[in-house]
């Protein structure tokens, strides 16, 4: 390996050897910890997808993800285990995620598909840790790319991510990939630096759509780089720098490089099928006209009409605009208090404070002190500089966007950046002749390892700051307590222990599909009335079942109330009661979804919907996608007054949102206005994203 081009520090002997075994034990200790996980709720879509893929270049299910995991994935997964029925064209996403559920867990072993999409990803993260700590060397040096290395090793959501067929990690791994190697062709302008950043971006662009954002950010950061008066250094000594001109070029052909290595993923081809048919859930003119925003609009419109992207990528840019950036309506339960619309800006960095162990967040801080009072090595401060503004620029647009939900999975690009800082109190530590920063990162090291390592189902992890892994769901609710993770310990008590007993539980979920419950025998209420049982109480009585994520004071499922109540039983953020409660929240909510299932299936639509719809509304009169839905089939039917009346309903229903209340006023006036209401578009309920 070549001398690194990092600070001038001590080498580290057998580096390549210490960070292979850093992978190695990083990827054993996810398997164990992880061994009992099922799918997340997104997983046998994405599995799908990507067998659909590889084997058919036909990109049509799940565009609103780019192609590189998914691919992957599929190239791991053969006939043999993951058998794929003929595609369809289907009508919007529930139904397209009926078809990838279906396929997993009734057409073929969802077990079996697990263990090897495992395998697969073991396999694609182990490999983009060992080339972060490459690159990281190359810019950092050894030491602070060793530690580094050991933050991400160490850190409990990390460890979650590793096995699990989604894009969080890769996008954190691929980005500080691209970030480190912009850094270095930056720093030189050789055309084989400058490739290799244009091969991570280009990656980078592949694995996540929040990709763009390290493509803006690295476009920024080279146009400053390329126009600046370069100065001397020991790699341009002996030769010119480059002039302006040759370093726009560079840069130019860096992003057009990018943009090669993305298309190659989509096969070269603009269209998402081999027929050129469209054949999304959703047609694109759809998607677009979706956006709030006439600026966004044109954006899209224009990437689709001049082919800069596929057309797969283009509406999964549309779908992550509308999703992430303009929707406003989802209620978030944060530390205590309900939030619609706008959310605190402190959300994310509150995040990292309760997810990330508080001996490396320590660590970290030190870092940070360190850098800020000018104690690390001179030859360092700019690549802290550089990552501090990726940081800084990361952190406010996903600060100001609507990508909470998710909770600190959104916010991982933002780890690498801290590790870099962990590993600079580590060399200064090391420079020191006193023992006393040596014992802090000592001390701060042992700590981080001994409360996390051990701790098995690591995505549920929080620090004491949250009230720790078994109460943090008391206090916020995020897909970072739960992503339907404990499936498979839910099908071994109800077997176990109801099913026995005759007893049918009534079970509330997030993401696991419904097929999935199915496929493992579990019997619910659920199925009891979609077989015809009356569903005419808001009464429940019995063993009721929720995900922790789900049991807080948002509207959206309304298990408010259950938040005061001790659970009878737990494992882990599965939490099971027992007793009689009175829940017209969950009764209008579940009404609501089964609604939107009858809607989009094939077999049944708006007529049938309709009265499902109308029962939630009545179950709870303030939930106003019920009404939305309601007034959208009144128009479509032709029923003026009861359009205009389902649209006043959800008027009054509905939060304090400026941009939400303008659409439902501005649908009621079209509606009162237009001659004929069936030619009045529907509004796009927020919830169906």
Known sequence: MSTPAGPRERCVPFFPLIVL????????????????????GDENYHVVAGVSYFRTGDYRINPEHPPLVKLWVGAFIPESVLHLPPLQIVNDKASERTYAAETVYFKN???????????????????????????????????????????????????????????????????????????????????????????????????????????????????????????????????????????????????????????????????????????????????????????????IANLARFH??????????????????????YPIFFWDHVYIGEKPLYFFPAQLLVKIPLGLLLISIAGIILFLGRNTEPESRPQFWFFSLFFLFFLAIIATSQSHYAGVRHALPLYPALSFFAGATVAFALQQKSPTWKILALASAAWAIASAVPILRPWEYHNAIAGGTAHAYLHTANEGLDLSLRTKELAAYYHRVLEPQGEVPYFVTYLAPDQEILARGIRTMDQEWLAGFPDDSSVVHGTFIAEAVMVNATMAHGLGPLRDVEPAERFGNLLIFRGTFDLPGYR?????????????????????????????????????PAWINIGNIHAQQGHRDQAIQAYEQALRGAPQIPDLRAKLESQLSQLRSSPDVRQVDPLRDPFAE
């Open 21 to 40: 075994a850093i992978v190695l034990l990083t990827i054993l200790r996810s398997a164990i910890a992880t061994h009992l996980d099922s799918f997340t």
């Open 109 to 299: 072993d969802p077990d079996r598909i697990q263990r090897y999409a495992r395998f697969a990803m073991f396999c694609f993260n182990g490999i983009l840790l060992l080339v972060f700590a490459r690159v990281a060397r190359r810019v950092f040096g050894d030491v602070i790319a060793l530690a580094a290395l050991s933050f991400l090793a160490i850190d409990p959501t990390v460890a979650a991510h590793m096995p699990v067929v989604m894009t969080d990690l890769p996008v954190t791994l691929t980005g500080a990939i691209a970030v480190l190697s912009a850094w270095l062709a930056f720093q030189t302008w050789k055309p084989l630096a400058v490739t290799g950043a244009a091969f991570a971006l280009g990656l980078t662009l592949a694995t996540k759509h929040s990709g763009i954002l390290f493509a803006v950010f690295i476009a920024a950061a080279g146009l400053y780089m390329a126009l600046r008066k370069t100065p001397p250094t020991s790699e341009n000594a002996s030769a010119p720098p480059p002039t302006r001109t040759r370093r726009l070029l560079l840069l130019a052909a860096l992003l057009a490089g990018s943009l090669v290595v993305l298309w190659s993923t989509y096969r070269f081809h603009f269209h998402e099928s081999p027929t050129q048919q469209e054949t999304f859930n959703r047609p694109l003119a759809d998607k677009i006209s979706d956006l709030e925003s006439a600026r966004n609009r044109f954006l």
């Open 308 to 329: 800069i992207f596929p057309r797969a990528y283009v509406w999964g840019f549309a779908d992550i605009i509308r999703q992430g950036v303009e929707i406003g309506g």
């Open 588 to 624: 209008a909510s579940r009404l609501y979804s089964r609604g939107r299932t009858v809607l989009y299936a094939a077999n049944a639509g708006a007529e049938k919907a309709l009265p499902i719809f109308e029962q939630a509304a009545a179950a709870n009169p303030k939930f106003y």
